[in-house]
């Protein structure tokens, strides 16, 4: 327990720490991205208070329907924290330098193995947190409760929702790593996958936004009961269901129903740690050393001339082949890669059913299209944060090599930026082609182009603040897409989002009013904005290239 306790002292200092001396241009740095914190934070709270206020009192669907599509957010969330841990689990806890030197010290196992469980829970999860104390904030303030509320939402059912997502997913990465070396990584990746996508396809079947409606509005105008049989059976023992039901007994005052969920929820995330804690520690050490064995066994089948018919001398190929190379040899990014790829299929499945329902009244035919940019911009901003922001960190060392030869530093941009700025590109607008197909043709051109344009924005961002700040002792791609930089250039995209509702909600708006009863559309509300979107892009990408020429120029 001592060294337990050292342990989690040395990680909190190294969390809380500030840097030695004052720098002017740091002081800028750190104040702007407390304001961009506090300004994010303040916006999620309006958000979250007038997206409540018009659901309830505008569209008048009720408390159950509210906290049942909260549920539904929820389990996005879950399986987000989940899938996001196990590839953090495999980097931090089964490749880091630091595992092996805390191995080499007289620490037990288990306290080695809850600190880093720790660690990855907190490290990655800062932002998450953020966002939820502005939501609970917002929730608690249209319902009129006490901020006390605010935290105890946060300690006794957010925490232990996050805690549950995460331990499950760190003893998911255990079990992937026993199999790896019996059938091998990739067969175990396929079936994980598998699996994955069959209980997502499950609970999005059973629970289908439109069926609830449809059974809920049988009811009507009595929509605020709970109606526990419009769910199916296995929902009630989901923790999204149990932080939903929460919420919603205390929004109707019914306090005693909403701490004994809270309880309910707050011991099974105690248990889950403890029992991930108790399993960790006995085998974390043994699948710590079969990590090598599998990464042997993989390194022979993605050889250089495995990949391109024919050997390749590695101190001869061009920066671009190398990087690509390398992306392709490093597991934790593949299996990201091969998990976007699924979320993607997933969500162009799901655009059918949202398309199916689109309804014939403007108002909530433009939130709906609302909706379904933002998330293709949201899942972008992931994309970007991913692949692009981490860019230059993970040269590493290797840019004295760079920066001694003749190489040009244009044409380093050029590699560095194009190929993942294209790839991204390039999912932009095929979510954007998928989504919008079924609307009118001005609206489908236009809503393309804004995507177009909004992707190259979002990765020039992303270039330019992983050129700003660099992490080139940190090799592990994930932790440096959850550095404070990365949480800053995500918080800068919503904004982005923000700028994107307050360009295009009147247009779009006054375009469905439009086809709605005057069968017409004036074709030119999109200009404008358009144009503004694609100054600030490209006023973006010459930073991007500004960002990363200094950067290049700095000593190290």
């Known amino acids: ?234 929902v009630r023992y989901l923790p999204n269901n149990w932080l939903a039901s929460s919420l919603y007994w205390n929004s109707v005052g019914n306090s005693g129903l909403s701490i004994s969920y809270s309880l309910f929820q707050f011991l099974i995330g105690v248990f889950t740690f403890l029992l991930t804690v108790l399993v960790g520690g006995k085998y974390y050490y043994s699948l710590w050393l079969m990590v090598p064995a599998i990464k042997k066994r993989r390194k022979k089948k993605l050889t250089s001339k495995n990949m391109t018919g024919k050997n390749i001398n590695i101190k001869s190929i061009s920066p671009l082949r190398k990087d690509i190379i390398l992306f392709f040899r490093e597991p934790s990014q593949v299996l990201h890669l091969f998990v976007f790829l699924i979320l993607i299929i997933f969500f162009s499945g799901s655009i059918e059913s949202v398309n199916s329902i689109i309804p014939k009244d403007f108002e909530l035919r433009t939130i709906i299209f609302f909706s379904v940019q933002l998330f293709i911009i949201l899942f972008i901003t992931t994309l970007s944060l991913r692949f692009i922001f981490p860019q230059i960190s993970l040269e590493g060392n290797n840019f004295w090599k760079i920066k001694t030869s003749p190489f040009q530093f244009k044409k380093l941009f050029l590699i560095k930026y194009f190929p993942m700025q294209l790839f991204i590109l390039t999912i932009a607008l095929m979510l954007s082609v998928f989504t919008n197909k079924s609307y009118e043709s001005y609206v489908f051109w236009s809503s393309t182009v804004i995507i177009g344009i909004s992707s190259i924005f979002i990765g020039s961002l992303n270039f330019m603040f992983g050129s700003v700040f660099t992490m080139y002792n940190e090799k592990s791609p994930i932790r440096i897409s959850s550095s404070k930089g990365a949480s800053l250039t995500f918080l800068i995209s919503t904004f982005y989002m923000i700028l994107l509702l307050i360009l295009l909600y009147e247009p779009t708006l006054i375009s469905f009013r439009e086809i709605q009863f005057e069968n017409s559309l004036t074709k030119n509300r999109f200009v404008i904005p358009i144009a503004i979107l694609l100054v600030i892009t490209i006023i973006s990408s010459l930073l991007a290239y500004y960002a990363f020429i200094k950067n290049m120029n700095k000593d190290y």
């Open 1 to 234: 327990m001592n060294s337990f306790l050292q342990l989690l002292k040395y990680k909190t200092v190294l969390f809380f720490r500030l840097e030695t001396g004052i720098n002017i241009s740091r002081v800028i740095k750190d104040f702007g991205t407390f304001l961009v914190y506090a300004s994010f934070t303040f916006g999620t709270y309006v958000f979250t208070l007038k997206s409540i206020e018009y659901v309830l009192e505008t569209m008048k669907i009720g408390n159950f329907l509210l906290h049942e599509f909260l549920s539904i957010i929820f389990f996005v969330f879950f399986i987000a924290v989940n899938v996001g841990n196990i590839v953090v689990s495999y980097s931090t806890m089964f490749k880091s330098s630091e595992a092996q030197f805390l191995f080499s010290k007289p620490i037990p196992h288990r306290n080695i193995f809850a600190i880093k469980l720790l660690d990855n829970i907190f490290y990655s999860s800062g932002t998450l947190f953020l966002i939820m104390l502005a939501f609970f904030a917002g929730y608690t303030t249209y319902f009129n409760q006490s901020p006390e509320i605010i935290i105890f939402a946060l300690v006794f059912n957010f925490l232990p929702f996050v805690i549950i997502s995460a331990c499950l997913g760190v003893i998911i990465l255990m079990i992937i790593i026993y199999t790896s070396t019996k059938i091998g990584l990739q067969n175990v990746i396929i079936i994980s996958a598998l699996i994955y996508l069959s209980a997502i396809f499950l609970f999005f079947d059973q629970t289908s936004p439109r069926t609830i409606v449809q059974e809920v509005m049988k009811n009507y105008p009595h929509i605020d009961f709970y109606f526990l049989n419009a769910l199916p059976e296995f």
